[in-house]
């Protein structure tokens, strides 16, 4: 079952088109993310800090399937695939409410677990690790 | 009683000194805002665009209390007030939840209704009207 | 000879990790793309709202490769590409100044020109064309 | 002499109802402030990143004059005013250049000087005390 993740356009993930602005799709889907992290017990403001491991994006790819409108209802699903022991990928969906129901967007992210200090790459902390291989 | 929406801080709302970037404050504010609109039977898709009539913000002021990071529950308090027939005030407040919960921002933000094409004052629709004289 | 984009990292467009969030590099491209349609010509408030043809972003692809932090001076190229008589691509570097210099990040996205009311694809508007054809 | 920074407005600063959003004035100012501290000798990275004395901005007012589409070319002047030791304020203006050129906002923020740590007031940094000053 993947993780899902409701949320609300609003009005400032908009742009003069009248519609949310692409690159926003990316960070409604990082909001998804972190409400996986956070029910999988992982504290978010530890975790997204620079404490030494970091574990930021390497690659996005987005296919952007349909406007969306400030008001509108969304679910967000976020499931995980481990890549190696230092990186795995997120496969998120946006799914528009409504009849029918509409998927607006698909996303693919990449990341990888790096030494912030060496730049080198290392091993998934625990409980990350343990949360991308139950996904 | 105000309208209250709850909001978790999100990744994208901080900035490199760990805590919400300080203009994101009015943004989840204005989701507030949009929340409480929704609830009192406003269409956002429509009232949010420029339909020859529309209400910007004229006007804000910001008290910062408290940092906010990644994670952090919020609870943002929306109270509206009438100032003329064309225009009104909303007082917010955000709340970190929390033992013991903490006022994090005071937020007050003017509007006024404006005819786009005009760009003269003209009297708040009767939906937005009714909701600012029940706030 | 790509067109060419100078640009500065804003403490907005940092997050908690003391760097750009990964969703604004695409911002980043994007602020490039407006420069070089300005530049050639093209009018940026009527081309960006919805006046029955639009061309919003149906695919985008990024590798981050590089961290950017607060006041990192940027150079962004820009390359259209046509891919038919009704889309095109355009391929974006984000290069750190610096000795040495370094690339940032490499991003790819389509475009697909579309009849807002009849959501079906349009042949590109003569000024939006004769761009891409000489890029 | 205020210090004086331009800007165009980007697609990514507009909302659904065709103009910049109100909270991204305030964020277009505090570019226009990083600007002025790194004309004056500070390095952004260090400043705005947590190294246990920050300067969070206590307080912002705004008066938004005239809206702003994408395309619109800026000039924005930021003037530092004392306020004590440890706090000064911010003076920004964003003229809308053009004929005539227009003001499009008026923008006044509050900056208190704190340990991190200890959550007190705590002396301006030398540096930007002397920009301050020099203000």
């Not at 404490?51 to 349909?66: K, Q």
């Not at 400030?70 to 695939?81: D, M, Q, S, W």
């Not at 607006?104 to 990888?112: C, I, K, L, M, Y």
Request: hydrophobic share 45%; charged share 20%.
């Amino acid at each position: 079952m993947p993780f899902v993740y409701h949320r609300t356009v609003h009005f400032a993930d908009t742009d003069a088109a009248g519609v949310v602005f692409f690159a926003n799709y990316l960070a409604i889907c990082h909001e998804a993310y972190e409400e996986a992290l956070a029910a999988a017990g992982i504290d978010l403001k530890t975790f997204f800090a620079d404490t030494g491991v970091v574990v930021p994006i390497a690659r996005s790819e987005a296919d952007y399937l349909r406007p969306l409108t400030c008001g509108a209802k969304l679910r967000v699903t976020v499931v995980p695939e481990a890549i190696g022991e230092d990186s795995f990928a997120l496969r998120c969906e946006i799914i528009r409410l409504g009849r029918p129901e509409k998927c607006a967007a698909r996303v693919r992210t990449e990341h990888v677990c790096t030494s912030s200090q060496k730049r080198t790459r290392t091993p998934l902390p625990p409980a990350l690790a343990a949360w991308v291989s139950a996904g």
